[in-house]
């Protein structure tokens, strides 16, 4: 059986992944990027769509705004901009308590110079006539907006086989090892050896990290998405509310896009879809934020698999048991944002052995030294 030398294998076909196989290519690098279905398939490509800074983990922010700066230059980095926009990101409260929330959440967005606007009820009103009634004050972030989330990742694995990046999408790993001095992955009949191994496999990420001797508690994730039919466009601002549990934009051809709530899946299969009672509850708690959107027609609705970490935050970084392995998984549904940038400080890692964001938070040690 024939086997593929390569300097970098990739698993998982993300964000992340395709960023870093991009990345990586660029500054000629050979590397081999392994996708289980499509690129762009599971969490990457069937999320919200929010490109939004406002409201994450304080240690997610350096990430945030490094990725940021990336959104900005789609177009430059792969030929297209997702139809990325710079609506700003409005994150209501709805009681004197979530109110209370985003008062608390403006020390730590100053402390990473992202800006933000607290926005009383009476402005909120005037300024966003369409909102009901129970929304008492809102947090503007003008910097954040949306994009769409079928665009970006094809976009990125175009750009990184041009720059010479070779992936392999319906490539399922099936084999993992590292002999002390390379990685040899299988999948199927085929195989790969490499110096360096990235896992940036999304939920799967998991069986990666166990397969050496680092297994962590990720269990799947899956988004309750819906999308309505076009009515007139009125909602600028990529809306948010404290607690998450709906979130929603309008799209200037004008269908409304809704999140909130978890869909059903299996990922041994893998198959996810919508759940009927998520889907009326995330109707109806967003038509108590915007009533007008009251008998709008839904008209397609969805799912994907993430992987979510107990403590809402990423695994990123050096494995603690096997030199040149990487993890990047677990991005508890909001890592579509974060995913150009964190390809890129993985091939920092590979390349420079270090990366200016801190990533002592998201160590994989934080779960693995308590199993230990």
């Known amino acids: 059986m024939s086997v593929t030398d390569t300097e970098v294998l990739i698993i998982g076909a993300g964000g992340a992944g395709t960023s870093a ?65 710079v609506s700003g990101h409005l994150k209501l409260a709805r009681t004197p308590e979530e109110e209370a929330e985003l008062v608390a959440y403006l020390d730590v967005a100053r402390a990473y110079d992202l800006p933000l606007r607290l926005v009383g009820r009476n402005a909120l009103h005037v300024d966003y006539p369409w909102l009901g009634p129970k929304v008492i004050a809102g947090s503007l972030a003008p910097e954040d907006g949306a994009a769409n989330p ?51 496999a999304g939920f799967w990420g998991g069986t990666v990290a166990a397969a050496f001797d680092e297994a962590v508690p990720v269990q799947p994730l899956s988004p309750n998405m819906m999308v309505t039919e076009p009515i007139r466009y009125f909602i600028e601002p990529n809306l948010g509310v404290v607690g998450g549990n709906v979130y929603l934009r309008q799209i200037p051809r004008g269908n409304v896009i809704i999140g909130g709530g ?66 990047a998984f677990g991005f508890s549904g909001h890592g579509f944002q974060l995913g150009p940038g964190v390809g890129a400080i993985l091939s920092e890692l590979v390349l420079d052995g270090a990366t200016d964001v801190p990533l002592a938070p998201f160590d994989i040690g934080r779960w693995t030294a308590r199993a230990a």
């Not at 002999?179 to 360096?196: C, I, K, N, P, S």
């Not at 698999?305 to 603690?320: A, Q």
């Open 150 to 200: 079928r665009l970006l990742v094809p976009a990125l694995a175009r750009a990184a086989r041009a720059a010479g990046a070779v992936i392999e999408e319906h490539a399922k790993v099936t084999e993992l090892a590292f002999d002390g001095t390379l990685f040899q992955v299988a999948a199927g009949e085929r195989r790969w050896r490499a110096a360096w191994l990235l896992n940036t």
């Open 262 to 327: 978890h869909g059903v899946s299996d990922p041994a299969v893998p198959w996810s879809r919508p759940a009927a009672e998520e889907t009326r509850a995330a109707m109806a708690l967003a038509t108590a934020l915007v009533p007008s959107l009251a008998g709008a027609c839904v008209i397609r609705s969805w799912s994907g698999i993430d992987g979510e970490m107990p403590d809402h935050i990423p695994v990123i970084g050096p494995s603690r048991t096997t030199p040149r392995l990487i993890h």
């Open 21 to 85: 196989a991009l990345h990586l290519a660029q500054r000629g690098v050979p590397c081999v990027l392994l996708e289980r279905g499509l690129v762009g398939g599971q969490a990457s490509g069937v999320n919200y769509g929010g490109v939004r800074q406002q409201g994450r983990h304080p240690a997610e922010l350096p990430i945030a705004r490094r990725s940021m700066a990336l959104w900005h230059r789609l177009v430059e980095i792969a030929g297209t901009d997702a139809e990325f926009t």
